[in-house]
């Protein structure tokens, strides 16, 4: 089946610094989106970016499709920042996702 | 305010117990999701459904079952809960290939 790698698994930021998540599929998909999972739980939809960029606030987002990556941009970060953010893909467009391992990203102030 | 919930939020039940998770969601979505999250790991799918009386299996094993007789309504059921599903549930929902896949809260369940 297909394959999902997010790195770094970990991350430790000072706040107002910018950092970069990255997302590796290794099969075609229809869809891909990103989450992030805040301290208690909650899991919230930031992108649905099967392709090209996206941006809203200090987030934003890159897909290549032809290259199987996606990267997501946080700027200025912040303490309420902190959390998992998960890349998953639906390879067959029925809504199933696959997920990632997950980047913890802790902000500091 | 359209929504999914879950209960409970956190559920802590002995072996043996037969015990149901509740979802529902007010946005008329006709897929639904469970998936199962142990601590600093990622997602599963273990159940979904395309619409009322439609339910499959997910990619994850799982002893659990679920029903979908009305569309806002997709409870799971565990017939006897076991220490092994100790885990969180997750339960979502989305309009289908395009935008709007929305997640609950939740149920942390310890099975003692």
């Known amino acids: 089946g297909i394959q999902v790698e997010q790195s770094p698994p970990d991350l430790i930021l000072q706040e107002g610094a910018n950092s970069t998540l990255r997302c590796n599929f290794s099969?075609?998909?229809?869809?891909l989106q990103w989450f992030h999972q805040n301290p208690w739980g909650q899991l919230i939809n930031l992108f649905y970016?099967?392709?090209g960029t996206k941006q809203n606030g200090r987030l934003s987002a890159t897909t290549v499709a032809t290259e199987r990556y996606s990267l997501l941009y946080i700027s200025s970060s912040q303490t309420t920042d902190s959390g998992v953010y998960f890349c998953a893909v639906d390879y067959n467009q029925g809504g199933k996702l696959i997920f990632g391992q997950g980047t913890e990203l802790s902000v500091k102030p | 305010e359209a929504d999914i919930y879950q209960t409970p939020r956190y559920l802590v039940i002995g072996t043996g117990k037969k015990i149901t998770l509740e979802c529902s969601q007010t946005?008329?979505?006709?897929?639904m999701y469970w998936y199962q999250q142990d601590p600093g790991m990622e997602l599963h799918l273990i159940h979904y459904s395309y619409g009322v009386n439609s339910t499959e299996k997910g990619d994850l094993s799982s002893e659990s079952t679920v029903s979908r007789i009305r569309t806002e309504h997709f409870p799971l059921t565990l017939e006897s809960a076991r220490p092994s599903h100790t885990s969180q549930y997750l339960c979502?929902?989305?309009?289908?290939?395009?935008?709007?896949?929305?997640f609950g809260s939740g149920t942390r369940l310890t099975v003692v």
């Open positions: 099969d075609s998909v229809n869809n």
């Open positions: 970016i099967p392709s």
């Open positions: 979502a929902s989305s309009t289908g290939t395009t935008y709007g896949y929305t």
């Open positions: 946005m008329g979505h006709d897929k």
